[in-house]
């Protein structure tokens, strides 16, 4: 695994703009590690991008404990 990078540094968008980017570990500073992706907002009347992290039931959690740092999500097993 690779050391933990700003969260500036991180992808955000793909090839396909409708999309939100590639699946990263995100470190939230109250929450902790997580996996999430950049969601664009784009479907929003007034477009808010914010990082989404997976198990979160809220928006407001997610814009409340935006991640400082990143990591590439690892490759699985080739076994």
């Given at each position: 695994?690779?050391?933990?990078?700003?969260?500036?540094?991180?992808?955000?968008v793909r090839d396909d703009p409708k999309w939100s980017g590639?699946?990263?570990h995100l470190w939230c500073p109250r929450r902790g590690a997580r996996y999430g992706r950049w969601?664009?907002?784009?479907?929003?009347?007034?477009?808010r991008?914010?990082?989404?992290t997976e198990g979160t039931h809220y928006v407001t959690?997610?814009?409340g404990d935006q991640p400082t740092h990143w990591q590439p999500e690892p490759e699985?097993?080739?076994d």
């Amino acid at each position: 695994m690779t050391d933990w990078q700003p969260i500036e540094t991180a992808p955000k968008v793909r090839d396909d703009p409708k999309w939100s980017g590639p699946r990263l570990h995100l470190w939230c500073p109250r929450r902790g590690a997580r996996y999430g992706r950049w969601d664009p907002c784009s479907f929003a009347k007034k477009a808010r991008p914010y990082w989404s992290t997976e198990g979160t039931h809220y928006v407001t959690e997610d814009r409340g404990d935006q991640p400082t740092h990143w990591q590439p999500e690892p490759e699985p097993p080739n076994d």
